[in-house]
Each structure stands twice: as structure tokens, then as C-alpha cells.
């Protein structure tokens, strides 16, 4: 691709998949849930260490799409199968975790900076969320696929992942920066126990999701 005039006739394109990445990834899920929790409950450094792995995981995924990789995750039927029963059990697993915190009356505390991890912990645990999901790699393959057309050069592909890992950035790195705040803490505080009732099933649905599908 010699110019950005190469690029103009597939902006049309390349702004769907755009639009595509960003509600998927306002919508709740398991990502942001898990930033949101983290911030609100050890505070903004931590929230944004993990936010910072989920967005490193996030680009992984999308780079394999864009190289085509998808084909190799395909040819190894163990590895997906591994990477699913892995992914939907750590989905229940935070499932029991949000309904445990539903459960409690106590208010979430504000910004509560404990130590129960450290910075790389809080980053592999974000890393981990999107690398054992391997329903990430079909969302990212849907996202390049809608922006890249078979006359477009294969450099769109990596423009419409460039351009997703830095409205991941500004999304993840938004979710951890907001719920880390007193005024936030204190609006939670007042829906706590429905929002985190909603992230329960949220979870249990995504594992199940994930340990059911073919």
C-alpha cells in the first residue's frame, strides 16, 4: 500500500468493522466486568494493569485472524477443545465469584488497593480472559472479514486491527479508569447487587456457551 489513497476506497468497509468492534465491546461481557470489578474492589492501578492484558489479548487474537491463522487453530482440533474447556470453566468460576459478591450486603470498598496479586498477576489475568476464549479468534475473523473485500490488499486487514486495539485501549482502559472513582463506586453501590446478579449469569452463560459449542 504506497499512500493513504489506497486506503479511501475501503473506508466505507473498514468503518463497519469499526462499528462492529466497538459494541461488542461496550456491550457487557466478560472483559469489562472483570476490569470493573477489579477497579472498583483493589483500586485504578490494578484495574488498568488488567485492563492492559485484556487489550494485549484482544490484539493477539486479531493479528492471528489477520494472518490468516485460523486455519492452523482448525487443523488441531485438541488445542481449541483445550482452549475451551479451559476458558468455560474459568467463566464459571468467575459466575460463583460475582453471585458470591451478590449475595453479601456489605458496600464495595473504595478503592481498596489490597494485595492479593501482583501487577503481572493482574495483567496475565486480563491476557488470560480473551486467550482462553477462543470465541474472540470468531469474532475478530467476522470483523476483518466484513471490512476486507477479495480485491482489497491484505494490508486492510491489519489498518482494521490497528485501528480495534486502539478503540480497545480507550474502551478497557475508559472502564478501568471510570469504576476506579468514588462517584462511580458510589452509583454501583446503589445497583450492586442487580448489576453483579447480571455479570453471575452473564458469566454462566458465556461458560456454558463455551463448554457446549461444536
Known amino acids: 500500500m504506497n499512500s493513504i489513497n489506497d486506503i479511501l476506497p475501503y ?3 473498514i468503518s463497519i468493522s469499526y462499528i462492529a468492534y466497538l459494541v461488542a ?13 477489579t477497579s472498583m474492589s483493589e483500586g485504578r492501578k490494578p484495574g488498568v494493569l488488567l485492563a492492559s492484558g485484556v487489550v494485549i489479548g484482544s490484539l493477539t487474537w486479531g493479528i492471528l485472524a489477520a494472518i ?7 487443523s488441531y482440533a485438541w488445542l481449541m477443545t483445550t482452549m475451551r474447556i479451559v476458558g468455560g470453566l474459568y467463566l464459571f ?11 453479601r450486603s456489605e458496600e464495595p470498598k473504595a478503592l481498596d488497593t489490597g ?16 486467550l482462553t476464549n477462543p470465541k474472540s479468534i470468531f469474532a475478530w475473523l467476522s470483523i476483518i472479514a466484513v471490512g476486507v473485500s477479495p480485491q ?17 485501549i480507550v474502551v478497557f482502559g475508559g472502564y478501568a479508569l471510570a469504576f476506579s472513582t468514588k462517584k462511580m463506586i458510589a ?12 455479570a453471575s449469569i452473564i458469566f454462566g452463560l458465556a461458560g456454558f456457551k463455551l463448554l457446549t459449542m461444536r
Open 152 to 168: 482489497a490488499p491484505v494490508e486492510i486487514s491489519y489498518v482494521i486491527v490497528g485501528g480495534c486495539w486502539l478503540m480497545g
Open 93 to 103: 468460576w468467575l459466575s460463583y465469584k460475582s453471585f458470591r459478591s451478590c449475595l
Open 68 to 74: 490468516g491463522l485460523s486455519s492452523f487453530l482448525f
Open 115 to 130: 494485595k492479593n496479586r501482583t501487577g503481572l498477576q493482574y495483567f496475565l489475568l486480563g491476557l488470560g480472559i480473551h
Open 187 to 198: 452509583l454501583y453501590g446503589s445497583f450492586r447487587r442487580w448489576i453483579e446478579g447480571t
Open 11 to 13: 473506508l466505507p468497509a
Open 25 to 37: 465491546t461496550i456491550s457487557p461481557g466478560p472483559a469489562n466486568l472483570a476490569i470493573m470489578a
